[in-house]
């Protein structure tokens, strides 16, 4: 999703913050439901989505399409993160009121602080702005056309989504396992709290999100982590200023903490990832070294998309990377699997 390839640069800490609301539960259920290449990759299966968009009414549709084309989930998460919002009226309330240039400002994506005075300049509508924005973020897979529609939308008719949108979604997937969604989340960001305490912050950032790897970087001083359950398994990562953030799937311990049987949900996606003749013989090949998606098609004399699906699944399960446009296995994932196995069968014993 949107990630920023990272520039090499000098290390240094950071501090590390956790928060959980139901608000972004809803913002990135919008942005799950939205990105249908991935939605066979996600916990909950075809049927769970389907039902969701037939209790949808035809003007609900109509806007989750709307973010399907212009990936306005984007802007919902960069609002949220302007303050600590305590309810959906209040967030609907700061939307509706916040100067149209203010909310295109918040919308358009952080890309470094060098450039601030080009995002805001590219909020006001100035074209050249937008134009080099869209060339520093070139790489991104969705950036350049997200922000030149957000430069040049119509800004009451993008709160007037926004609003609707995200009232929307909340009243009919949230709402209804309000109390015991807010639970959930809030037992797993309890549990990382106390787990915090005990890690040095990329030690826990790598436990926290199972498998994420950050090092610092000079102009991040804050590393924000946020759970999610809709999302499950996939970490989705942001940039905003001086701060890294991982939105990072709950553990099965936070779904049903008094099941001392049920295992990990990284542990499970491992196994069925492995559980493949395809897929092992991907992982053999991305044993011996780093390979492109060219590279491994023509090994495998198999479809680009056929091998880019398996891929997903690899990926989903935190086992490939990639870096530098090549699929890297991540061998500490693999070496790592007799120990999380030795782990489930003494948990709560």
């Known amino acids: 999703m949107d990630i920023l390839s990272a520039t090499s640069r000098e290390r240094e800490t950071y501090q590390v913050e956790l928060r959980c609301s139901v608000l972004w539960e809803a913002a990135l259920g919008i942005a799950a439901f939205t990105n249908t290449p991935l939605l066979d990759s996600l916990e909950r299966p075809k049927s769970y989505w389907d039902g969701i968009r037939d209790s949808f009414d035809r003007d609900m549709r109509d806007h989750l399409d709307y973010v399907e084309k212009n990936n306005t989930w984007k802007a919902l998460l960069q609002l949220l993160h302007q303050k600590d919002f305590a309810a959906l009226e209040e967030f609907s309330t700061y939307i509706e ?39 520093r973020t070139k790489n991104n897979p969705f950036f350049p056309d997200y922000i030149e529609f957000i430069c040049k939308c119509e800004g009451n008719e993008l709160k007037n989504h926004l609003i609707s949108v995200m009232t929307g ?37 790598e436990w926290a999100t199972a498998g994420v790897v950050y090092a610092p970087e000079p102009s991040v001083h804050k590393v924000l982590l ?3 359950y809709i999302y499950r398994p996939w970490n989705i990562t942001a940039d905003i200023e001086n701060t890294k953030v991982f939105y990072y799937p709950i553990s099965n311990e936070s779904v049903s903490p008094e099941d001392k049987y049920l295992p990990s ?25 780093s390979r492109t998606l060219q590279d491994i098609t ?44 030795d782990l489930y069968f003494h948990q709560g014993m």
């Open 97 to 135: 009121t916040l100067p149209v240039n203010d909310l295109k400002f918040i919308c358009v994506p952080f890309v470094g602080e060098t450039s601030q005075t080009l995002r805001e300049s590219a909020a006001g509508g100035g074209i050249e702005a937008i134009r080099k924005l869209k060339e």
């Open 169 to 205: 979604w909340y009243e009919k997937v949230i709402q209804p396992n309000e109390d015991q969604l807010n639970k959930i989340l809030q037992a797993d960001a309890e549990t990382k709290a106390k787990m915090k305490e005990k890690m040095k912050p990329e030690e826990f950032v």
């Open 226 to 228: 946020i759970p999610h």
């Open 265 to 289: 949900n990284f542990l499970v996606l491992k196994h069925k990832a492995l559980g493949d003749e395809v897929r092992m013989r991907i992982v053999k090949l991305l044993y011996e070294r």
């Open 298 to 341: 023509e090994q495998l004399s198999m479809g680009k998309s056929t091998i880019h699906h398996h891929l997903k699944l690899l990926r989903s399960a935190q086992l490939v990377n990639v870096e530098d446009s090549k699929y890297v296995l991540k061998k500490k994932a693999i070496d790592s699997l007799a120990k999380e196995m």
